[in-house]
């Protein structure tokens, strides 16, 4: 019976061995970088409906207001996106081939490079986007009262935040109280 058992875990040593390697070898990192180029320029367009919500704007001849400028913002942030495409093409395929070379050869310096450029590829992009969203501001500031503003300033900074690209999270690291009370528990 100890023969079997030594057997079977002889197996399973040597498959899970075999397996490990295999599956890090999938995620070699050679898979583009999943990057949306226009929330890098601060393209956001908004849902008038959601924003008539968020703001508690109650008399429809404000409501109509606000729908006609957010649709107005909306088209002009469509004929942005539509004229820039190329743009959004090149600065993707730049950053996934800086990502690649930086993976090879180890070298952080060439991904801060690529955001230095990245960043003046997209800055008169970015500079239409802030002036179409600062007409914006000015037109909804004459139809709505200060709490109405001030809730729409709020809501604005909480949707460019949400766009700003997040680290992947890390699994929490225990601390060594945690690691020597698990040892002694056996």
């Known amino acids: 019976m100890k023969f079997i058992n030594k057997i079977a875990i002889i197996i399973l040593l040597l498959t899970s061995t075999t397996v490990l390697p295999q599956q890090n070898g999938n995620n070699s990192g050679n898979k583009p970088m999943h990057i949306n180029v226009k929330n890098l320029a601060g393209i956001v367009p908004y849902d008038y409906n959601e924003v008539i919500k ?97 809730t729409w300033g709020k809501f604005v900074k909480h949707k460019k935040d949400a766009l700003k690209p997040r680290a992947p999270s890390r699994p929490p690291m225990r601390s060594n109280m945690q690691r020597g009370q698990r040892r002694n528990r056996y």
């Open 54 to 150: 968020k703001l508690k704007v109650k008399k429809q001849k404000n409501k109509d207001f606000v729908e006609q400028a957010i649709d107005k913002f909306n088209q002009k942030i469509n004929e942005l996106q539509i004229f820039n495409t190329d743009t959004f093409t090149f600065v993707k395929h730049y950053i996934n081939q800086k990502s690649q070379e930086a993976q090879l050869s180890n070298d952080i310096n060439i991904l801060k490079e690529a955001k230095i450029k990245v960043e003046e590829t997209l800055q008169p992009l970015k500079d239409k986007v802030a002036l179409a969203q600062n007409k914006l501001n000015k037109e909804l500031e004459t139809t709505l009262n200060a709490k109405q503003f001030k």
